[in-house]
């Protein structure tokens, strides 16, 4: 964790001669065609989806409540702790008034939060190896006590059965193209407003895509506080390098690559608390000392230069979607 919140900052500077010659902010994130496979070489400490199902097919006379589900991340492991830093995970729950049955649908990363936002350094290869994939998870049954003691559980809005399955479409679509996390905000300042660099995707935007979804096909949802973490770094404006191909491939910026790879080598697991404390040291210099960082955005590479406060991690206010009360009626 100290590591993660001190990662904001660091890499050598480069003339403005590699700036990306757009300027569209914040940078569209890429969708994809399909989803690749894993390579065995990405393994999660714990399962991904371990639980999983299809999404069922809803009849159109049924009612559905819609839940917001919120917890601080890891509280199956760490209770509360970092939930006291506002560092929370967000769901989505559904209940069958027809079939009395609950269901819980979220999206996170398939190999852990540390695999999605810093790459693996792995002998004979040039480039960093990135395990970042973060997918859609649906199961049957809601776990009460999970999201109650530490977190949220509340109802949003109720839906028909037809838009739970217009819904189930859209998620199917959303998670075949929408394939890698992305952990970081970065913008301009803390100040509102700021321009946004780079936009998160992750379990927190799910959750809103699926809301505005549902907005879209005729959801109403209650007038209750719904607030979300992000994770920001803030920097001035980024300067595009290239992709993996570009800077490590035969004809790539040796200079570059070399730089970039000894950027991401304090972030790799530790196996001494000495260890750790060096590294520490190192991500400080180049991160807040020389404000200097290297994004990994869309499969391809950036550099930040850095602006104080560097990092900040923030539970900010997302309205709910106002929804239009005509389609698919409830």
Same mark, same amino acid.
Request: glycine share 4%; hydrophobic share 40%; charged share 25%.
């Given at each position: 964790l100290l590591l993660l919140l001190a990662a904001a900052v660091w890499g050598p500077c480069f003339s403005g001669e590699l700036r990306w010659p757009q300027r569209r902010w914040p940078v569209p994130y890429r969708r994809f065609d399909y989803r690749p496979k894993t390579d065995p070489y990405c393994q999660a400490r714990y399962t991904f989806c371990p639980t999983g199902s299809a999404i069922p097919v809803m009849k159109e006379e049924d009612v559905i409540e819609v839940y917001r589900l919120q917890a601080p991340v890891w509280e199956f492991k760490y209770g509360d702790l970092l939930g006291h830093l506002k560092i929370m995970h967000d769901a989505v729950g559904f209940k069958s008034s027809l079939t009395g049955k609950n269901y819980t649908m979220e999206w996170y990363e398939l190999f852990q939060l540390g695999n999605c936002t810093f790459p693996h350094l792995r002998p004979g290869m040039d480039a960093p190896f990135w395990c970042n994939q973060g997918a859609a /998870?649906? &199961?049957?049954? +809601?776990?009460?006590? %999970?999201?109650? *003691?530490?977190?949220?559980?509340?109802?949003?809005?109720? +839906?028909? !059965?037809?838009? $739970?399955? *217009?819904?189930?479409?859209?998620v199917k679509y959303d998670n075949e193209t929408g394939i890698?996390?992305?952990?970081?905000?970065?913008?301009?300042?803390?100040?509102?407003?700021?321009?946004?660099?780079?936009?998160?995707?992750? /379990?927190?935007?799910?959750i809103?895509?699926?809301?505005?979804?549902?907005?879209?096909l005729g959801a109403v949802f209650r007038k209750i506080q719904t607030n979300y973490t992000s994770i920001l770094l803030f920097s001035g404006e980024p300067i595009y390098l290239g992709n993996e191909t570009s800077i490590f491939g035969p004809? !790539?910026?040796?200079?570059?690559?070399?730089?970039?790879?000894? $950027?991401? &080598?304090?972030?790799?697991? %530790?196996?001494?608390?000495?260890? $750790? $404390?060096?590294?520490?040291?190192? +991500? +400080?210099?180049r991160v807040i000392l020389n404000r200097q960082f290297y994004l990994f955005y869309n499969l391809e590479y950036w550099f930040l230069p850095m602006k104080y406060p560097y990092l900040k991690i923030i539970y900010e206010e997302v309205p709910l979607p106002i929804g239009r009360k005509t389609s698919f009626g409830v």
């Open positions: /998870c649906f &199961y049957e049954g +809601i776990d009460d006590a %999970h999201w109650k *003691e530490n977190g949220t559980l509340a109802l949003v809005t109720t +839906i028909s !059965g037809t838009m $739970f399955n *217009e819904m189930a479409k859209w890698y996390y992305e952990t970081w905000t970065v913008r301009a300042s803390p100040d509102k407003p700021s321009v946004v660099w780079f936009d998160s995707y992750e /379990c927190s935007k799910f809103l895509r699926t809301y505005q979804k549902l907005a879209d004809l !790539g910026n040796k200079t570059l690559a070399a730089a970039i790879r000894d $950027f991401y &080598y304090p972030f790799k697991p %530790h196996r001494t608390v000495g260890a $750790f $404390f060096v590294d520490l040291l190192k +991500i +400080i210099d």
